[in-house]
């Protein structure tokens, strides 16, 4: 059974900085792209960052030179470097292991509990 952990959210003051961690157990690395997604109060979820298997990133244009994604398949973790962070950038953060194939990221039923990204002065 795979599982995902997200953490390293928190309450941060606007232009502040944050690393999200995401631990998964299971073989969901290995193979798999994994994607962050988050979702503001009263909104959609939605995919902010992508990382394949091989390590290429893809990033929504709202977060695209402020976000970075990583992942390090030996510890089984991603991370999500958040610089220059913005109130609308509040959020619950997830993470989720699934398929990246033509472009599109394809997300698995895997999910964390999700991570709080707070940004207030």
């Known amino acids: 059974q795979v599982q995902l952990v997200e953490s390293g959210g928190g309450l941060v003051q606007p232009g502040g900085s944050l690393r999200l961690s995401c631990t998964a157990s299971?073989?969901?690395?290995?193979?798999?792209?994994m994607g962050w997604y988050r979702q503001a109060p009263g909104k959609e979820r939605e995919l902010v960052a992508v990382?394949?298997?091989?390590?290429?990133?893809k990033y929504a244009d709202s977060v695209k030179g402020r976000f970075t994604f990583s992942r390090d398949d030996a510890k089984n973790t991603v991370y999500l470097q958040i610089n220059s962070l913005k109130p609308e950038d509040t959020a619950l953060y997830y993470c989720?292991?699934?398929?990246?194939?033509?472009?599109?990221?394809?997300?698995?039923?895997?999910w964390g509990q999700g991570t709080q990204v707070t940004v207030s002065s």
């Open positions: 299971g073989s969901i690395f290995s193979t798999n792209a």
């Open positions: 989720n292991g699934g398929t990246y194939f033509s472009a599109t990221y394809y997300p698995s039923n895997y």
């Open positions: 990382i394949t298997a091989r390590g290429s990133t």
